[in-house]
């Protein structure tokens, strides 16, 4: 017996990620440079994901700022309509 799967298509919400990014960093005691020194970027790729406009963000970086932020990556995917 074969296993079969579905591909259910995803939606990345870069607003939602971006305000998420500045809330974290306002409320906790941690500045864009610590973000990105964690999570392998640099300052001005956080403050671009940060302001929401940068929608285009390669997987590594998105888990990185989400482990550095401790956010959970599931929160900024949507299932495609």
């Not at 300052?43 to 285009?56: E, M, Q």
Request: negative net charge; proline residues 1%.
């Amino acid at each position: 017996m074969s296993k079969t799967y579905k591909v259910v298509p995803f939606i990345f919400n870069a607003g939602k990620f971006g305000l998420a990014v500045r809330l974290k960093i306002d409320n906790v005691n941690i500045t864009q440079g610590d973000v990105a020194g964690i999570a392998g970027i640099s300052d001005t790729t956080v403050s671009r994901i940060a302001s929401g406009l940068h929608a285009n963000i390669e997987m590594n970086t998105f888990l990185g700022i989400c482990n550095a932020l401790d956010l959970n990556a599931l929160d900024y995917l949507e299932l495609a309509e």
